[in-house]
């Protein structure tokens, strides 16, 4: 690894005396290629960070056809990855669009959402209302909980966060009824279910099965396969109609059912992966989301399919 000070000097040098690579190279004694090597060294040890201030999108001709041909009010597309971070970017972009028209927003259990949440930038919302789409998920895994993303979209733009005290799966129906029963959980459902936005995302099968592996058995899993889910929506399931799964799963959910979901006016999914197209395309053709955020080849892929 080259020395941060030297670093710092080749990236002075590049960026704000705009001289070339070449340049460079004969100033510190050394070549071009050896140049290149240590300006993206800078920008991989944060010795370097660049800002663009643009909101030109990337992908303005995908997301015009989004709008147009699947019928949706708006469309966000991001560059493919293998990581999160650059739908994270471009669900920023989206949130950033569509908070300020909102009074309420409810957020669904999602690592997209809280991505795009992490990179929101400047918005000062202090009159929002920002409830959970269901209760929250114990243990230590909680990069993903509703409650943790509304907290921290309430940190980011100053609305208020409203909490659900209770867990996203109760351990049997009784107990879901039971919890269901308390007038302050029902008030709070009732008012995330009257919310002008939700803000989701959407999973498949497996990414469920494994993200809930320590809370529900793989027999429910097998269950909801027979039953015909191909996805989910802070687990509540749904089939290739768009339509909800009854299960016993279902029963003992503490959140907005997908019904309650389709009643707010404004529903943005943020999503994408090759391994989502199949969920996505059924969240959009279904009418459960009304604006998506999703990379370019889920994009292009649902196109191809229309």
């Known amino acids: 690894m080259t020395d941060r000070r030297v670093l710092g000097r080749v990236a002075r040098l590049y960026y704000e005396e705009g001289l070339t690579h070449a340049q460079i190279a004969e100033l510190i004694g050394s070549s071009r290629v050896t140049v290149t090597r240590m300006l993206a060294e800078a920008r991989s040890e944060g010795v370097v960070e660049i800002v663009i201030h643009s909101e030109e999108p990337l992908f303005s001709e995908l997301e015009r056809r989004l709008v147009t041909e699947l019928g949706l009010s708006a469309a966000w597309v991001a560059p493919a990855s293998h990581n999160s971070t650059a739908l994270g970017r471009t669900g920023g972009r989206a949130l950033r669009a569509v908070l300020p ?6 957020v669904g259990l999602s690592e997209y959402v809280r991505d795009a949440v992490a990179h929101i930038g400047e918005l000062s919302l202090p009159d929002l209302e920002i409830y959970p789409f269901g209760g ?6 909680i990069r993903s909980d509703a409650h943790d993303v509304g907290s921290a979209l309430s940190a980011r733009v100053g609305g208020t966060m409203y909490a659900l005290p209770a867990q996203l799966i109760a351990r049997d129906i009784a107990s879901a009824q039971s919890l269901l029963g308390d007038p302050h959980l029902q008030s709070t459902l009732r008012a995330a279910a009257a919310a002008d936005l939700a803000i989701v995302g959407v999973g498949g099968l497996p990414r469920a099965q494994a ?4 809370w529900v058995e793989p ?6 396969r027979g039953l015909g889910a191909i996805g989910d929506l802070s687990v509540r399931f749904f089939d290739r109609d768009g339509e909800p799964i009854a299960s016993d799963l279902d029963r003992r959910v503490i959140g907005l059912t997908l019904e309650q979901m389709r009643a707010i006016p404004t ?5 994408g992966g090759p391994e989502k197209t199949e ?4 969240a959009v053709t279904s009418g459960i989301a009304t604006a998506l955020v999703t990379d370019n080849e889920v994009a292009q892929a649902l196109l191809d399919g229309v």
Do not use: K, M, N, Q
């Not at 028209?101 to 409810?106: K, L």
């Not at 027999?219 to 909801?224: P, S, Y």
């Not at 529903?267 to 999503?271: D, G, N, Q, S, T």
């Not at 969920?279 to 059924?282: A, D, N």
């Open 101 to 106: 028209h909102a009074r309420s927003v409810t």
């Open 136 to 141: 929250g998920r114990p243990g230590r895994h």
């Open 211 to 214: 993200f809930l592996a320590d």
């Open 219 to 224: 027999a429910v899993f097998d269950e909801l």
């Open 267 to 271: 529903r943005l999914i943020i999503a």
């Open 279 to 282: 969920v996505i395309r059924t």
